[in-house]
């Protein structure tokens, strides 16, 4: 069958250290993937995209790597802040004609100061 | 500034009785998509438009109907809400059906 994996445990870190959320997923074959936040009761926030052909995008403070031998994609934020405590999402577009996104059900990120 | 917009934030309704959800956009995109998340669950697509076509997904209950009037609007409508429709609703919207989608703030419904 056919899953997307986030680790269902709330990541705690210390303010400043860097925070890294895993993505793993079976029997997809995505065209792409993407990192959305998501802040309680609100709705996600699209953060960055990677392509199957990439292997690592940077945006400021956030760093995603894409590992389509490993089916994985790991989500760093480097000197993390107590404001970048949400639930991060990962999602998937899937190649060919299948159009739809396919989320992961997020891992909970809590930066204590 | 361009956006998604849902009404109302949160929607209290009876079991049974008919809800309607609103979702607005600004940014003139053709594809508008509605999702189900429930607490620490992935969000679900219930449906999507593009421009005026209706997609439904196959494991949407008849329950949920979706109408599309103009560009900028779209509802979701639950016809006869039970306690397992309680969930977080969010509308997002996307220029084209493979690029980015946006996300509205969500409606978080509650079925009493």
């Known amino acids: 069958s056919q899953k997307i994996e986030q680790n269902s445990e709330a990541l705690n870190i210390q303010e400043g250290k860097t925070a890294t959320l895993t993505c793993n997923y079976t029997?997809?074959?995505?065209?792409?993937l993407q990192w959305y936040r998501q802040d309680p009761g609100r709705g996600p926030v699209f953060l960055l995209l990677?392509?199957?052909?990439?292997k690592e995008k940077r945006k400021e403070r956030l760093k995603v790597t894409f590992d389509t031998t490993l089916k994985q994609s790991l989500f760093h934020i480097t000197a993390s802040q107590p404001a970048d405590s949400a639930t991060y999402l990962c999602?998937?577009?899937?190649?060919?004609?299948?159009?739809?996104?396919?989320f992961g059900a997020g891992t909970r990120l809590a930066v204590h100061p | 500034d361009a956006m998604v917009i849902q009404n109302p934030r949160y929607q209290v309704t009876q079991f049974g009785k008919p809800v309607t959800l609103s979702c607005s956009q600004t940014?003139?995109?053709?594809?508008m998509y509605w999702y189900q998340q429930k607490s620490s669950q992935a969000p679900k697509l219930l449906f999507h438009?593009?421009?005026?076509?209706?997609?439904n997904e196959a494991d949407t209950p008849d329950n949920f109907q979706s109408r599309r009037p103009n560009t900028s609007f779209c509802f979701l409508d639950i016809r006869s809400p039970g306690l397992g429709d309680a969930a977080m609703y969010l509308c997002?919207?996307?220029?084209?059906?493979?690029?980015?989608?946006?996300f509205g703030p969500g409606t978080r419904l509650l079925v009493l």
């Open positions: 990677i392509r199957e052909n990439e």
């Open positions: 999602a998937l577009r899937l190649s060919g004609g299948y159009n739809k996104l396919i």
């Open positions: 997002a919207t996307s220029r084209d059906i493979k690029e980015t989608q946006y």
């Open positions: 029997n997809y074959s995505p065209a792409y």
């Open positions: 940014l003139n995109h053709n594809v």
């Open positions: 438009y593009y421009d005026k076509d209706f997609n």
